[in-house]
């Protein structure tokens, strides 16, 4: 088990206090690990097991307790001789009908410090979500990045240098159960499907009540094969008529939501960067974790530039930006990104293989009056950086501390 350094001293300043931790995430991004070295760490710092409470609500077991009453009712029975503040952990909450009223409540009657996790995005929206409002502080829990799996990955092959690393990450992707696997490829491969169609089943079709499960199918397909791509919901209804089957935009965007707000997609707006307004049609969709689309639809490599583009737009989340595509005219960059006021451009490519490809990526930079950094990021092993724009190889841009 790896530490998750990154997610631990951002979640650290909450910790002990009276917010309440939200933990959200695509299905087995690692949440439940995040619960256990939270606790590991409160132990460390002199708190006891016996002042910790943790239910997981996909366990069986704990179906007893899937109604805020019947929880509520067992928390208070079991803390009633505990001294001193109580840790409580919750794992995967949704599964009980009307948390929010519950774990209100706990916040009010009891000294507690209260984590929860979540693999749907709609867990702190809705009606019940006003008993909570203001009282949580959100963490988006994302797969494997590419130092976390060089860091997993040597425990296993521990001669590995780092382009074998990322030849293995770009197959395999980041999701953590795959270490223990030993990154076996069939093994993994036949994990990764099971997940791809448990998030679509749990997640996406029973969570949101949808018939048409082979249209969502479609949909999640067209989707997954064309990440990276800039295409509306009207575009992909004239797609699907094409093939046989008719479905309105509406339907399609109410799907795509359903998607995204199990994590399995992230939408990305797109901007225009000389009249600074947000564009309304043809938004870019990512996959929550490359390795998937590996494992259901195998053409990774085939795509290769699109993937490099995933990894580094997942990058980015997990660092705290926000994203945007930004639209120059006809040009049109992959990622204008924020946080704190500061900003960065990015262009990602496979390889700078033509004068035309390199004129491509670094001359789309050109309208940009501003002085924030500028990067072009492909898998060259030369440094091909040029007037004030910096060239990367995806690698060593991935284990970077800081890009400045």
């Known amino acids: 088990m790896i530490k998750r350094e990154s997610y631990m001293e951002r979640i650290r300043p909450f910790m002990g206090n009276e917010l309440i931790k939200v933990l959200t995430g695509i299905r087995r991004s690692g949440k439940s690990v995040m619960l256990e070295l939270i606790q590991e760490e409160l132990m460390e710092n002199g708190v006891e097991k016996e002042n910790m409470i943790s239910i997981n609500f996909e366990n069986m077991a704990n179906a007893g307790f899937c109604t805020a009453k019947s929880l509520h009712d067992e928390i208070l029975r079991r803390i009633n001789k505990t001294e001193g503040k109580i840790y409580l952990f919750f794992d995967e909450i949704q599964e009980v009908e009307e948390w929010e009223k519950c774990i209100n409540s706990f916040r009010v009657e009891i000294d507690c410090d209260i984590y929860i996790t979540g693999s749907n995005a709609k867990l702190l929206s809705g009606e019940l979500a006003t008993y909570l409002a203001g009282r949580y502080v959100e963490f988006i829990i994302y797969p494997f990045s590419f130092k976390e799996f060089i860091d997993l990955y040597h425990t296993i092959e521990p001669g590995s240098d780092e382009r074998e690393c990322f030849r293995k990450y770009l197959f395999a992707g980041g999701m953590p159960y795959l270490s223990n696997l030993h990154y076996d490829e069939e093994a993994g491969r036949q994990y990764l499907r099971d997940l791809f169609y448990s998030v679509e ?48 935009p509406e339907t399609v965007l109410n799907y795509l939501k359903a998607c995204v ?26 996959v929550a974790d490359h390795g998937i689309r590996e494992a259901v639809f195998g053409v990774n490599m085939k795509d290769i530039n699109l993937i490099l583009e995933n990894i580094v737009f997942l990058e980015l989340l997990r ?56 990067y072009v990021v492909t898998m060259d092993e030369f440094d091909m950086s040029r007037n004030g724009i910096k060239h990367r190889n995806i690698r060593d841009f991935l284990l970077e501390e800081k890009w400045e």
């Open 201 to 248: 089943l749990k997640d996406v079709v029973q969570r949101n009540n949808i018939r048409d499960v082979d249209m969502l199918e479609r949909i999640i397909a067209y989707v997954t094969l064309n990440v990276g791509t800039t295409f509306s919901a009207t575009s992909i209804s004239k797609y699907l008529k094409n093939e046989g089957r008719k479905v309105s």
């Open 261 to 286: 707000d199990a994590f399995l997609f992230y939408q990305v707006r797109r901007r225009d960067l000389q009249g600074k307004k947000i564009l309304t049609v043809n938004e870019k969709y990512y």
């Open 319 to 374: 660092r705290g930006y926000s994203v945007t595509v930004g639209k120059m005219g006809d040009k049109e960059i992959d990622f204008v990104c924020e946080k704190q006021g500061n900003r960065l451009y990015i262009q990602v490519a496979y390889l700078l293989a033509s004068d035309e490809t390199i004129q491509r990526e670094f001359e789309v930079y050109a309208g940009i009056p501003d002085n924030f950094p500028k």
